[in-house]
């Protein structure tokens, strides 16, 4: 059974910065391109970041390019995304997503296995 757990959420103030981790199971991990998604309240899930299979190639939303930071441990099994100089509109609850394919894709659909969700809060 595949499982993707994301933590590290919380609430902070803008400018602060947050940490968060997707452990994965159940799956050969080092085959599957992961990304983060978000979704605020009343809108659509979107595309934040992703990292290749070998972690040598990362890809991001260009509102937080400069800000978030993906990387990832095959031997660990875990993605993180580093989350800096956040703001108020960062505020969305954050999904890790896997996908067994190399290509890099920015489209909900086009993932195969997502975690639960973690909630971030910036507050102005």
């Known amino acids: 059974q595949v499982q993707l757990v994301e933590s590290g959420g919380g609430s902070v103030q803008a400018g602060g910065s947050l940490r968060l981790s997707c452990a994965a199971s159940g799956l050969t991990f080092s085959s599957y391109l992961v990304a983060w998604f978000r979704q605020a309240p009343g809108k659509e899930r979107e595309f934040v970041a992703t990292i290749s299979r070998g972690g040598t190639t990362t890809r991001s939303l260009d509102s937080v390019k400069g800000r978030f930071t993906i990387s990832r441990d095959n031997a660990k099994n875990t993605v993180w995304l580093q989350m800096n100089s956040l703001k108020p509109e960062d505020t969305a609850v954050y999904y890790c997503?896997?996908?067994?394919?190399?290509?890099?894709?920015?489209?909900?659909?086009?993932?195969?296995?997502w975690g639960q969700g973690t909630q971030v809060t910036v507050s102005s």
């Open positions: 997503a896997a996908r067994g394919d190399w290509r890099t894709s920015v489209y909900v659909t086009e993932y195969d296995y």
